[in-house]
């Protein structure tokens, strides 16, 4: 079982610019969430996508937003980048379901916007 | 809405020693509550979750946790630390099933542990 895994692991940026960082879950789960970390910080929720569809969303802008695929793979995008979104991104999956409570992370992108 | 707080943002104890890590919660109801341990450059991995069971929920590698409702408290312990603990380790909090924040995780600030030989 391969886990959680994203790509690409190191990403630099020019402000301005957009991005898109990727997540595959781990086998046999079907929801995915997206973290931001910043240095020092807990990470925070960006949004959660199952069934293809946007389901909860945190406290981040419309410069933030995300896909999920039919395989259940995932992308996030970043437009308009800003100094402020230097981050460590992290990707986690779960399987929906009342028991299946537990996320597994990935290892993360970390995204430098010079 | 949920939050979480750990008190103390960095923690240093002797190899062999108690490891305590402090997080109070804030919730309407009984949440989720979940440790979490991050080595450096790395994700999270989870040590250990309550979700309604038993209120003293063993984890990986002898850490434990114990949630108090009245204390709103999920304090996490190891009887004896070993070099290997020393990482940051983060409380974490989610809604129930059912709930407009079920399935997203709360983070507090985290913990650093450091394990002096």
């Known amino acids: 079982d391969a886990g959680v895994t994203q790509s690409p692991t190191h990403l630099i940026k020019t402000r301005g610019q957009q991005v898109t960082l990727r997540c595959s879950p781990k086998?046999?789960?079907?929801?995915v969430s997206w973290y931001q970390q910043a240095l020092g910080q807990g990470p925070q929720f960006i949004f959660q996508y199952y069934e293809e569809e946007e389901r909860q969303r945190g406290n981040f802008p419309d410069r933030f937003s995300g896909h999920q695929f039919p395989n259940y793979s995932s992308e996030l995008n970043v437009n308009a980048l800003l100094l402020g979104d230097s981050a460590l991104y992290l990707c986690?999956?779960?399987?929906?379901?009342?028991?299946?409570?537990?996320?597994?992370f990935g290892q993360g992108t970390r995204l430098t916007v010079v | 809405a949920q939050s979480v707080t750990q008190l103390g943002s960095h923690v240093s104890v002797s190899e062999g020693a108690l490891v305590l890590l402090r997080c109070n919660y804030s919730s309407s109801v009984p949440p989720y509550l979940f440790w979490y341990v991050q080595y450096p450059n790395q994700g999270l991995q989870l040590l250990l979750k309550?979700?309604?069971?038993?209120?003293l929920v063993k984890g990986i590698n002898d850490f434990e946790a114990e949630f108090k409702k009245s204390e709103t408290s999920f304090h996490l312990t190891k009887p004896s630390a070993h070099m290997s603990d020393a990482a940051e380790y983060f409380c974490?909090?989610?809604?129930?099933?059912?709930?407009?924040?079920?399935?997203?995780?709360?983070f507090g600030q985290g913990t650093i542990l450091t394990v002096h030989p």
């Open positions: 309550y979700t309604s069971a038993a209120t």
């Open positions: 086998s046999g789960h079907d929801t």
């Open positions: 974490a909090v989610s809604g129930k099933a059912g709930g407009t924040s079920y399935g997203k995780l709360t």
């Open positions: 986690a999956s779960r399987r929906q379901g009342y028991e299946n409570t537990e996320a597994f």
